[in-house]
């Protein structure tokens, strides 16, 4: 097995990697998109939303919630879902800076 070099890297940049990697796909960003319309929601509401079967919308969900972009609380049988304002404060301080320069520059 190869070494991913990921200890080359600061912690900063590998967390924003993972949350890079986490939207990296169109239902994830669905998803998301869904959550912000419902502040929170169970899977059986994004399954009915999405055109995928309930244990893709799961795995999706538990990608998004291992990179911190989601939280998942229990509520009788049933998990909800809502946006985690903390991951997205990560990707917002990435982004940010990015939002700066291109905004102060010409265009080459």
Known sequence: MGITKTES????????AIL??????PAR????EYLL??????CGDI?????LAQPTVSQHLK?????????GNIEGTSICY???EEGFNK?????????TYLTSKECC
């Open 9 to 16: 890297f600061t912690t900063q940049q590998n967390e924003l």
């Open 20 to 25: 890079a990697k986490a939207i990296g796909h």
């Open 29 to 32: 960003i669905a998803i998301i």
């Open 37 to 42: 319309k419902t502040d929170s929601c169970i």
């Open 47 to 51: 399954v009915n939303e999405l055109p």
């Open 63 to 71: 990608e998004l919630k291992n990179a911190g972009l989601i939280k």
């Open 82 to 84: 809502c946006i985690n």
């Open 91 to 99: 990707l917002k301080g990435f982004f940010e800076p990015i939002n």
